[in-house]
């Protein structure tokens, strides 16, 4: 019997509240692109459904199809075969960040 099965939930470790948001985002690894899109989204990062996962700790740029679109420098941080790969985010420049935390509270607006 799982702790699932039992009633328990594992404690969560994330830091910041995530938000469920479907935008389309193309993945850039090396001469590789790959389609996939968000499932949720947070400050610090995102799940990403995708039939191509990469391995956790690989690093790739993420083009996110926002109102405008956005680049992010990603790294895996778990994956779930068949279904996608958790996603921390890093923003490089000011720019980047304002555009992304705008995005954050338009759909913690909606949630």
Do not use: N
Not at 6 to 25: D, I, N, Q, T, W
Not at 82 to 89: E, L, P
């Amino acid at each position: 019997m799982t702790t699932g099965e039992m009633g328990f939930k594992s404690p969560e470790r994330r830091r910041a509240p995530r938000y469920h948001c479907r935008v389309v985002l193309e993945i850039e690894w090396g001469s590789a692109r790959l389609k996939a899109r968000t499932y949720d989204i947070s400050a610090s990062g995102m799940f990403i459904e995708a039939e191509d996962v990469l391995w956790v700790g690989a690093g790739f740029r993420a083009r996110l199809a926002a109102d405008s679109p956005l680049w992010l420098e990603c790294f895996v941080a778990r994956v779930e075969p068949g279904r996608g790969m958790g996603v921390t985010v890093e923003l490089r420049g000011e720019q980047d960040q304002r555009q992304y935390h705008a995005l954050l509270a338009k759909v913690a607006a909606g949630q």
